[in-house]
């Protein structure tokens, strides 16, 4: 089983819907929760780090489950700059490696 | 304020050869991490370096090495390159070292023939 697991999509949704994404991860102890946008042929850029209780930033809402252990991102009112690969990241096990899943792409359309 | 910096932006090279990759991070960050991005996959982990220590390393082979300089920019070496190594490699910097928000560089992306 992968340490960090995300449907690869894509995710064909209009403009305007509301979208969401999970990401599981198979390390109970992970501690650090983050969300990367990625557009083509760009490097990662940090879209929000997820804490315990659940974090909002505009559209962008990231929860997590440390029960069932996952993660999610849900997108109010989709934008076309919304398209891109979202990347789901977690540190699984003490120490500092970040692991990246293999994201989901996102494609909103007019 | 200017972000995270890598050089060159591309490169080719040969089997058997060997490469370097130069990364500044982000003015007052100390921690430079790397990355290595396979077309279609998510970023993996291949060193963090810390105030010039390492701090973290993924399962890459020993002919992947890094080091951090006094003003905290980095290098990586790969040697004896083969063609599985051609990716586009990724410089992240964070403040410090550790699972914290990292800021990534536009990458340089390297092709082995």
């Known amino acids: 089983r992968k340490e960090v697991e995300q449907d690869p999509g894509p995710f064909n949704v209009p403009e305007g819907a509301t979208v969401a994404f999970n990401c599981t991860y198979s390390n109970s102890a992970s501690q650090s929760f983050f969300w990367y946008r990625q557009d083509c042929r760009k490097e990662p850029k940090l879209l929000m780090s997820?804490?315990?209780s659940g974090n909002e930033d505009g559209r962008f809402t990231a929860q997590l489950n440390r029960a069932s252990q996952y993660i999610s991102l849900l997108i109010r009112d989709s934008k076309l700059s919304d398209s891109a690969t979202y990347l789901c990241v977690v540190n699984p096990r003490a120490g500092n490696m970040l692991t990246f899943g293999g994201g989901t792409r996102l494609m909103v359309k007019p | 304020d200017a972000g995270v910096t890598q050089s060159p932006t591309h490169l080719i090279k040969t089997r058997g050869q060997h490469v370097t990759l130069r990364c500044s991070p982000i003015s007052g960050h100390k921690s430079v991490s790397w990355y290595q991005q396979v077309l279609g996959q998510g970023p993996q982990f291949i060193f963090q370096y810390y105030e010039k220590e390492e701090r973290g390393r993924g399962n890459f082979p020993d002919r992947f090495s890094a080091r951090q300089f006094p003003n905290y920019s980095s290098e990586l070496n790969v040697n004896a390159l083969l063609l599985g190594d051609s990716a586009l490699y990724l410089c992240?910097?964070?403040?410090?070292?550790?699972?914290?928000?990292?800021?990534f560089g536009p990458g340089t992306r390297l092709t082995v023939t």
């Open positions: 992240a910097s964070s403040l410090q070292g550790g699972p914290y928000e990292q800021y």
């Open positions: 997820v804490y315990s």
